[in-house]
């Protein structure tokens, strides 16, 4: 009997040891759960404060926009598990987006164009938020790796209320978004907004800094940037290249007689004639004061002189403001000898001289197999 209850009393004892055994394995799993929960969630905030960070210095950075944009576009693709990316800038002074960086998308990938008042881009800029949207045939992007993407995640670009561009993230199915997921790809967008932005303000500078305020030609400055790789190109591929001179002649009567402000007036106009009269592969400048000059894209002697009269008859035939009939003297240097190809500014400069001695309003064309003649001052 007594052996019967000792038993009994182990075999509780046994059983209420299981127990607890029971109830602290489930309290150590569940605490392992949030363990495991709350590394997972430190290591995803880890991994988003580096992907922040890892834009954040690209934009801070010496990187080129393009650069930053592909760093952007990437971090938020692998976030996402996008297939492939693009990003699109907004055309300044028009209602329409063009693709400026993308990957793992084909070479010549459809859609290189966007239109702001299309889906889901509409949608977009209205909620001013991430949207995901399903893709059709025609819309969807070729992939580098074939196929294309069912699905496109489309998050906004935008410094303020200002629309500077879209991510486009191209999904294999669809997907919900988290908030944090949300305010993350936010987060990415603004630090690319911010490089936009910079690089706009930059451009501006730029342009400024080479173009003439008064004709917004290309100032003397771009005219040797320009130049330059105009020669480059012509010694690479062994093409001839010309130089003119233009010069508005007797302008400082105009000054002198009618001020300044009519004379800025004047040069503005003859700006316009000269740069319209020239090709689209030209480069118009103004040299200084009342000059101008041309740089002519694989152009000899003969097409450069066609090119100057051309001009020249413009110009007699026009009527400046105050009902002025005014005239232009032009020097041509042209060569295919890329020895001769720093000299022809000069060479053109003493054509021009000569026309203005010649008379003026006409054109004079350097012979650039002739020795060249000592600089002389314009008339």
């Known amino acids: 009997m007594d052996l019967t209850i000792a038993a009994f009393g182990f075999s509780a004892l046994l059983l209420v040891a299981l127990v607890v055994v029971l109830v602290l394995f489930l309290r150590l799993r569940g605490h392992t759960r949030e363990v495991e929960q709350a590394l997972a969630e430190q290591s995803g905030s880890k991994e988003r404060a580096d992907m922040l960070m890892a834009v954040a210095q690209a934009v801070n950075s010496s990187l080129a926009l393009s650069d930053v944009l592909h760093v952007a576009l990437t971090q938020s693709g692998r976030l996402m598990g996008a297939v492939a990316g693009a990003m699109y800038l907004v055309t300044p002074g028009k209602a329409e987006m063009r693709r400026q960086s993308d990957y793992n998308l084909t070479h010549n990938a459809r859609g290189a164009g966007r239109k702001l008042d299309e889906e889901p881009l509409r949608s977009v800029v209205t909620a001013q938020r991430p949207v995901v949207a399903p893709l059709d045939s025609e819309h969807a992007p070729g992939l580098e790796g074939g196929g294309h993407p069912t699905h496109v995640l489309v998050v906004p670009v935008q410094r303020a209320t200002q629309l500077m561009g879209a991510m486009e993230l191209y999904l294999p199915k669809p997907r919900q978004l988290r908030e944090d997921q949300i305010e993350l790809l936010q987060g990415v967008a603004a630090e690319a907004a911010m490089a936009i932005s910079h690089a706009q303000l930059y451009q501006a500078q730029e342009e400024n800094a080479l173009t003439d305020e008064l004709t917004k030609l290309p100032n003397r400055r771009a005219l040797a940037q320009q130049f330059l790789k105009e020669m480059q190109r012509a010694r690479r591929g062994h093409k001839p290249i010309?130089?003119?001179?233009?010069?508005?002649?007797?302008?400082?009567q105009v000054n002198d007689t009618y001020g300044h402000l009519h004379g800025d007036a004047v040069l503005a106009e003859l700006a316009s004639i000269i740069s319209t009269g020239a090709r689209e592969s030209d480069v118009c400048a103004r040299y200084g004061g009342e000059e101008f000059a041309l740089v002519l894209h694989e152009t000899n002697d003969a097409g450069a002189r066609i090119l100057a009269e051309r001009i020249r008859a413009k110009v007699a035939a026009h009527t400046f403001p105050g009902g002025l009939k005014l005239t232009i003297s032009i020097g041509v240097a042209a060569t295919s000898e890329a020895s001769l190809f720093t000299s022809l500014i000069e060479?053109?400069?003493?054509?021009?001289?000569?026309?203005?001695?010649?008379?003026?309003?006409?054109?004079?064309?350097?012979?650039?197999?002739?020795?060249?003649?000592?600089?002389?001052?314009?008339?």
């Open 242 to 252: 010309a130089f003119a001179m233009v010069d508005l002649d007797h302008f400082k």
């Open 347 to 379: 060479r053109a400069d003493q054509a021009l001289y000569a026309a203005k001695m010649g008379g003026r309003n006409q054109v004079r064309v350097s012979d650039m197999k002739a020795a060249p003649s000592k600089q002389q001052q314009h008339a």
